[in-house]
């Protein structure tokens, strides 16, 4: 495998250094010292540094759009035994109303796999513990607790407002 190759191999395993060069905002050197080690190249990172920069020239460029989805909050949910009734349900694990404490945000409309990663990227941010999350066909949902209920809706607007554009 090449050191080019293998860049941009270690660059994809790392979505946040993938988005940081298409937003042409990252310092070469440095991310070349950060993969060095998996790269295999000792101290030699200018080479790194190199492939690299010429990785981003490929890149299409990093753009936001905003969703068109509604975001709403569904309180008291909690594990169901019968998933036949569960907002979301997550291999064996259902959620479903009025079975607990957690609160549900769903966003439905214009929601898509990307639109689901950037809510869960600012959700982690914000320091929001998801409990459960999942996205089909235009919804996103995401069980929280219930004190974190009204600022996560504030998040998900917030995210899907500044959804990346996908780099195809």
Known sequence: MSLAEATRNAVRRRPFLLEALRAD???YTAAARFLADEIDVG??????STALSRFADELPTYEIGSRDARVTMRSGL?????????????????????SGSLTGVIAAGDVD???????????VAEDVDVVAAGVAESLVVVVVE??????????????????PERGD
């Open 25 to 27: 905002v990252v310092n």
């Open 43 to 48: 101290d030699d990172t200018d080479a790194v």
């Open 113 to 123: 796999c990307v639109a689901f990663s950037s809510v869960l990227s600012r959700l």
């Open 146 to 163: 219930r004190r974190d209920g009204a600022n996560a809706v504030r998040f998900v607007e917030d995210a899907l407002d500044a959804v």
């Open 78 to 98: 909690g594990r169901a035994d019968d998933l036949a009734d569960s907002l979301l349900v997550v291999g064996d694990a259902g959620f479903a109303p009025d």
